[in-house]
Antibody, heavy 122, light 111 residues
Framework: QVTLQQSGPGLVKPSQTLSLTCAISGDSVSSTSVAWNWIRQSPSRGLEWLGRTYYRSKWYNDYGVSVKSRMTINPDTSKNQFSLQLNSVTPEDTALYYC????????????WGQGTLVTVSA | QSVLTQPPSASGTPGQRVTISCSGSNSNIGSNTVTWYQQLPGTAPKLLIYSNDQRPSGVPARFSASLSGTSASLAISGLQPEDEADYYCASRDDSLNGDVLFGGGTKLTVL
């Protein structure tokens, strides 16, 4: 059974960097058949895909067009986890952030982490 | 406003069959697979349907889905009180560099 455990601060000041980590159990961040994603959810923007990292002989990253210039996802093979960094945050980035595995079944997201509510406020 | 359009709400009584639609375009549903997710109150979304119409193990057979052109539908037959939740469709969009899009969600109420 695969589980994802998220960690990171729930409050970030405007213009600073939002950082979250997702620890993986029951699978490997280096698996060549899945991808590791970040998705957020807010009342104003709904569910929004942010990006992913995956390994296929080398590491690849894809980022959503809305956050591409501010977003970095890094895998950590030594700890079997991956992280999210979102720079220059504004109150618009306030949301519930999820880490999610993408299965090789039509891009299905399963499972999801427990979610981390991040508030951007001074 | 989401590019994948879902009705904001739906309802039915126990035992009824309800359907939830998801309308897209050629660049998303018309050329990529659709997945459906169920989100119970206070929990993370859960995979319900993948590859347009496939149920993961553990998902009851009363959940089914179909695809027609640039629209997808989720059907729930034999509605049960525990089906009260938000339902989301999702698909990649080729015009957005392959970004995954989600529908705005449909809140299903079991009367």
């Amino acid at each position: 059974q695969v589980t994802l455990q998220q960690s990171g601060p729930g409050l970030v000041k405007p213009s600073q960097t939002l950082s979250l980590t997702c620890a993986i159990s029951g699978d490997s961040v280096s698996s060549t058949s899945v991808a590791w994603n970040w998705i957020r959810q807010s009342p104003s923007r709904g569910l929004e895909w942010l990006g992913r990292t995956y390994y296929r002989s080398k590491w690849y990253n894809d980022y959503g067009v809305s956050v591409k210039s501010r977003m970095t996802i890094n895998p950590d093979t030594s700890k079997n986890q991956f992280s999210l960094q979102l720079n220059s945050v504004t109150p618009e980035d306030t949301a519930l952030y999820y880490c999610v595995r993408e299965r090789p079944l039509g891009g299905a997201f399963d499972p999801w982490g427990q979610g981390t509510l991040v508030t951007v406020s001074a | 406003q989401s590019v994948l359009t879902q009705p904001p709400s739906a309802s039915g009584t126990p035992g009824q069959r309800v359907t939830i639609s998801c309308s897209g375009s050629n660049s998303n549903i018309g050329s990529n697979t659709v997945t459906w997710y169920q989100q119970l109150p206070g929990t993370a979304p859960k995979l319900l349907i993948y590859s347009n119409d496939q149920r993961p193990s553990g998902v009851p057979a009363r959940f089914s889905a179909s695809l027609s052109g640039t629209s997808a539908s989720l059907a729930i037959s034999g509605l049960q009180p525990e089906d009260e939740a938000d339902y989301y469709c999702a698909s990649r969009d080729d015009s957005l560099n392959g970004d995954v899009l989600f529908g705005g969600g449909t809140k299903l109420t079991v009367l």
